[in-house]
């Protein structure tokens, strides 16, 4: 995952929830998505290099263009701010930021879930108990964060029975080196790196709790529903893309290749991170998984979670703050804010082979 910064995310609320707010969506034929590095998020840039997002794109008669941003929450900042139809994000971010904000958001695409591809990572620990009265490194309010309060629940600790210290990602490893940094919580590529520190045990990772780090296409909601010629031509770029990505021909190793070089690594490196994942290389198994009481439970603990961290905002009085709206029409929160919306139609519609 990328860096989830609490200084840019308290910046989000206030000033771009008015600008976005103000902004009404209408029928138009030009669109733009933007998209950060990640395993489970660089396939957009495939299909952008290699003519499908175009292809799928003419085929609806609207122009989409695939746009990276070098830092993953700015992304999604812009995103809320009106700069872009669409972003990548978490479900835990696409809560905590544009629909804390009040920008009435849709899950369009269910990707992936981290399955393995984040951990808690300890030099001396040989059990989570024993981080009792330890100090954890980590990117304070990230998945990582999340992850290792999920890890010491299953012992029965919470996170005052140790102490938490900020780190950045992008020091995280070489911290690890030291010998002030025994313990952290990290994602991958990272994590392979510490878990490979001589003497280094893995305590617990994302398998353990499969579902509650999701990674999503989102788009504003208002948008979509006045162009779902949008939501057709993305859902049907990306499943195409991931047709090629899981198959095993040349065509499918090239893709990999090209993934591992832009996510700076090499096809093995790739598909060692894709193997950390629960990838829905199908839309069906996304539309069966975001229907699945699994994904519900995770949505709930997610908040809870985005709540008790102060990331729904001032306003944000119980965890009920945001309503969540899942496929079924069945709601999560408050039914009169609903700001987040898992709509599998258009997945369902390529499952169907309808668009």
Known sequence: MNTRDITKRLAAGLFTASLSMGAMAQEKDSFSIAWTIYAGWVPWQYAEDYGIMKKWADKYDIEVDIVQVNDYIESI??????????????????????????????A??????????????????????????ETVHLVELSVSHYLLVRALNTVGLEERDISVVNISDADLVSAFQTDDVRHVATW?????????YPGATKLF??????????????????????NPKLGKALVGAWYETMSILASDSEEGQEARAFLGELSGTDQAGYEAQLAG?????????????????????AMDSVRQFSFDK???????????????????????????????????????????GEI
């Open 108 to 133: 369009l695409i269910v990707g992936d879930y981290s399955n393995g591809n984040d951990g808690l990572v300890s030099k001396e620990a040989a059990s989570i108990a024993d981080l009792e009265d």
């Open 310 to 352: 102060g990331l729904l905002g001032q306003g944000a009085m119980s965890p009920d703050f945001v309503g969540i709206e899942f496929p079924d029409g069945s709601i999560m929160g408050d039914s009169s804010n609903v700001k987040l919306r898992f709509n599998d139609s258009y997945m369902q519609m390529a499952a169907d």
């Open 205 to 226: 990772d994302s398998s353990q709790i499969p579902g509650h780090i999701k990674d999503l296409t989102l788009v504003n909601t208002e948008t979509l529903e006045d």
């Open 77 to 106: 900042n812009q995103y809320t701010a009106g700069q872009f139809d669409g972003v990548v994000a978490t479900s835990m971010d696409a809560l905590s930021i544009p629909a804390a904000s009040g920008v009435d958001t849709t």
């Open 188 to 196: 991958n590529p990272l994590l392979a790196e510490v878990e490979a």
């Open 277 to 297: 994942m629960k990838m829905f290389w199908e839309p069906q198994m996304s539309v069966d998984f975001i229907n699945s009481e699994e994904a519900r439970e």
